[in-house]
């Protein structure tokens, strides 16, 4: 009996922390315009809070990492951007694994792998090519990764070098990526407001306030 509620307590825990970990990730997902607010009025301390909040994200399980990425490339450059990303990605696995070590108990292995694609099948599981491969799936393949690996106890720095290997590349993409299309959105923005000058271009506003002059002041 005692064993049964031993379990049941840790499952539980798992569960809570698995729920709470994803719950904190989709709030700040949600929350992106004023965490992006907020990293563009800070001074330095806004780069230890950007890597931060990208680890948090990164770490939480069915967690997409796309937009921060993207915001940390327009926020701070291209190559500031790259940089904070991989930090926080190297963050996110070292979290990642250690939130994992207290929720693996809610994966089955044997199950979860026989679900996957058939290809992952050739690699041994918890080896460093079967983390790498699965993180290639999209959605789930970085929650069974890092579960995976926390379950069979495999060294953290195979967790940390496994996940950078895919997310490292993929953020720096869209870091850059990011960067150029501001830059783009801002040139267009300068060529369609020269143009308006040069041509002497007026862009009606849509809703018209009319603003009654004061009324003149009589004279004694």
Known sequence: MATGVTVFLRRLEAALIFGASFALAAF???????VEHLLGVLGPSRYPLAILIFAVVASAPFSVTDAL????????????????NAIGIVVAAVIGYIVALRTSELLDIESTVKRLPNWVSHFKIGSPMFLIVVRIIPGLGGTIA???AAALRVPI??????????????????A?????????????????SAYA????????????????SPAPVPTP
């Open 28 to 34: 700040v997902v949600a929350r992106k315009p004023e």
């Open 69 to 84: 990425a993207v915001m940390n490339g327009v926020l701070f450059g291209p190559w500031v951007g790259s940089l904070v």
């Open 146 to 148: 890092t579960q995976t």
């Open 157 to 174: 720095w195979r967790q940390i070098y496994t996940m950078s290997a895919i997310a490292i590349p993929i953020c720096t993409a869209l």
């Open 176 to 192: 850059l990526g990011g960067d150029a299309l501001s830059n783009y959105i801002d040139a267009l923005g300068d060529r369609a």
């Open 197 to 212: 000058e040069r041509h002497h271009v007026h862009f009606p506003h849509r809703y018209h306030h009319h603003v009654p």
